[in-house]
């Protein structure tokens, strides 16, 4: 279905912490059309979904706007606006991660509707979780291990 000379394509997330997944995905997407459009998660909408982003929504946008091939940055305020975006940007074809397979597929009454395959080992949940490791309480739990291993260490080494 194409609605004119141009093949425009849109896509919505958070993208907190940008990584390599984030950026793979975006070179497919620039790849499929003339126009891309990312929605990005505002931390309102995050808030509604339990969801807490390291990065402010002003500067995840200002990062995926700075992208090679995103035209332009829409918020993503809620759940409802998708239909919307699509008939007000005569988009042509939704994509999503494969996270989202079959979620979004009655958007296909719409436009042709996508699922690509995620970059495998990459995640900003895993980037937070690998940071938590530098959290002041886990590095204090750290040191605490520590000590108690070089005094059973100074213990046995004087018994023997
Ligand atoms: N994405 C991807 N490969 C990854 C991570 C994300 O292709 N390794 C895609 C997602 O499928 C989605 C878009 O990038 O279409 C934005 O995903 P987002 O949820 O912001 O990124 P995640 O790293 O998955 O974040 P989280 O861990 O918070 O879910």
């Not at 609605?3 to 940008?18: A, I, M, Q, W």
């Not at 390599?20 to 990312?38: K, S």
């Not at 005569?90 to 597929?105: S, T």
């Not at 080992?121 to 291993?149: C, N, R, W, Y």
């Amino acid at each position: 279905m194409t609605r004119g000379p141009e093949r425009t394509v849109l896509t919505y997330g958070t993208f907190d912490l940008f990584h390599i997944g984030h950026l793979r995905l975006i070179e497919r997407l620039a790849a499929m059309g003339d126009r891309l459009i990312v929605g990005v998660s505002t931390d309102e909408f995050n808030a509604t979904k339990g969801k807490t982003s390291v990065v402010s929504y002003e500067d995840r946008a200002d990062i995926v706007s700075s992208i090679k091939g995103v035209d332009l940055v829409l918020p993503e305020e809620g759940w409802d606006q998708k239909a919307r975006d699509i008939e007000d940007n005569d988009v042509d074809v939704f994509v999503m991660g494969d996270d989202w397979k079959g979620k979004f597929d009655h958007l296909g009454e719409l436009c042709e509707v996508v699922y690509l395959p995620r970059t495998q080992g990459i995640s900003s949940t895993a980037i937070k979780q690998m940071l938590s490791a530098f959290d002041p309480v886990h590095l204090d739990e750290l040191q605490s291990a520590v000590t108690t291993l070089t005094n059973l260490l100074t213990h046995y080494r004087d018994l023997g």
